[in-house]
T-cell receptor, first 112, second 114 residues
Framework: DGGITQSPKYLFRKEGQNVTLSCEQNLNHDAMYWYRQDPGQGLRLIYYSQIVNDFQKGDIAEGYSVSREKKESFPLTVTSAQKNPTAFYLC???????????FGPGTRLTVT | QKEVEQNSGPLSVPEGAIASLNCTYSDRGSQSFFWYRQYSGKSPELIMFIYSNGDKEDGRFTAQLNKASQYVSLLIRDSQPSDSATYLCAVNASPNTGFQKLVFGTGTRLLVSP
């Protein structure tokens, strides 16, 4: 089955710890994206990547980092510098870039 | 700042009725428009996209686009309780850098009562 997988589904961390969220797709899509969703708010773009080994900051990149070493994978690291990391994190992909995006199931991160 | 506006709702309709969801956008150069359905606690699911003025139908869903008035709507015919969800409107902004990002509205919550 083609799709996007994110792991884990739920993640709990202590404040001050870095954490990496996994995103893998087997749709052969060129572009991948990370969004954050908070209650009552729309999706906000954190980072996006159009091709391997290239990525750009979105609207709220501070406190986050990404890598794109393989076409299939786009992991997101939430660093201790992110002031309010508790949120629902969504990975998406599209092909070609800029067209309709398909989302993974999401990772709900709770930092205490 | 490009914006996409939606009424947060909830929009309540009885089973079998037509649900009408609306979205306005600020960037007149926007070229493509998307509707996503999001059940509580789940990720968004793409249900419709539209690029040209007019109507686009897919089963019980119809997307309507009016670029002159800068609004896009989603009609759901014969609404079912299973349609109860939050509907997100997303707009692909005009290409300034060669890469078009989606801008999402905050969503309209739809409640379909049996």
């Amino acid at each position: 089955d083609g799709g996007i997988t994110q792991s884990p589904k739920y993640l709990f961390r202590k404040e001050g710890q870095n954490v990496t969220l996994s995103c893998e797709q087997n749709l052969n899509h060129d572009a991948m994206y990370w969004y954050r969703q908070d209650p009552g708010q729309g999706l906000r773009l954190i980072y996006y990547s159009q091709i391997v080994n290239d990525f750009q900051k979105g609207d709220i990149a501070e406190g986050y980092s990404v890598s794109r070493e393989k076409k299939e994978s786009f992991p997101l690291t939430v660093t201790s510098a992110q002031k309010n990391p508790t949120a629902f994190y969504l990975c998406a992909s599209s092909s070609p870039p800029g067209t309709e995006q398909y989302f993974g199931p999401g990772t709900r991160l709770t930092v205490t | 700042q490009k914006e996409v506006e939606q009424n947060s709702g909830p929009l309540s309709v009885p089973e079998g009725a037509i649900a009408s969801l609306n979205c306005t956008y600020s960037d007149r150069g926007s070229q493509s428009f998307f509707w996503y359905r999001q059940y509580s606690g789940k990720s968004p699911e793409l249900i419709m996209f539209i690029y040209s003025n007019g109507d686009k139908e897919d089963g019980r869903f119809t997307a309507q686009l009016n670029k002159a008035s800068q609004y896009v709507s989603l009609l759901i015919r014969d609404s079912q309780p299973s349609d109860s969800a939050t509907y997100l409107c997303a707009v692909n902004a005009s290409p300034n850098t060669g890469f078009q990002k989606l801008v999402f509205g905050t969503g309209t919550r739809l409640l379909v009562s049996p």
